[in-house]
């Protein structure tokens, strides 16, 4: 149990990123339930080593956890669950930026529904950069990864949402036509 100064320290520097943990656990693991588990567990892990915890950002620090959480989970729950990474040569690498697409789908849905059919490895990524706004550093901070991984998996992650979210347009233009 954290005396009285940490446990206000650990509401000052956690808490306020318990809707980032809750938003990565969501799209690691796809499912509100479990992400909500998953947060929830890695808050209570949190709390009972952030008397070891000296420096550095918070919120990478929590995300590292809620990530460490998520993949246990998969592992455990979901034995067959793709937790490698995609393979390179799989992915076309010639067209507009997979941003581009983004910008000009107006369908949510759809976005949701591409970004969930990535590995966890790179949905993990994307989520990082793109929605909670992570830099490069905190990004390989919380992955544990290296810096030129993360911006390779992020680049790959992009092409693979480009692929996924230009084949529907594709064949509604070959409809309209």
Not at 41 to 57: I, K, P
Not at 69 to 93: A, Q
Request: include cysteine; charged fraction near 30%.
């Amino acid at each position: 149990m954290l005396e009285r100064q940490e446990r206000e320290r650990f509401e000052e520097c956690v808490l306020p990123h318990l809707d980032a943990a809750f938003n990565l656990a969501r799209w690691i693991l796809r499912d509100k339930s479990n992400a909500e588990d998953a947060a929830q567990e890695a808050l209570l892990r949190a709390y009972r080593f952030f008397g070891n915890y000296r420096a550095g950002d918070p919120r990478a620090w929590l995300l590292q956890i809620v990530r460490n959480c998520c993949y246990t989970s998969l592992r455990k729950n979901r034995p067959g669950e793709d937790l490698e990474e995609l393979d390179e040569s799989s992915i076309p690498s010639a067209g507009p930026t997979p941003e581009a697409f983004v910008m000009a789908i107006h369908d949510r849905e759809r976005v949701t529904r591409a970004l969930e059919s990535l590995p966890a490895h790179f949905r993990e990524i994307v989520v990082l950069r793109e929605l909670e706004g992570c830099s490069y550093k905190e990004i390989a901070e919380i992955t544990s990864l290296p810096i030129g991984t993360v911006m390779s998996g992020l680049a790959r992650a992009r092409q693979h949402l480009k692929v996924a979210l230009s084949e529907p347009h594709q064949k509604e233009a070959r409809r309209a036509v």
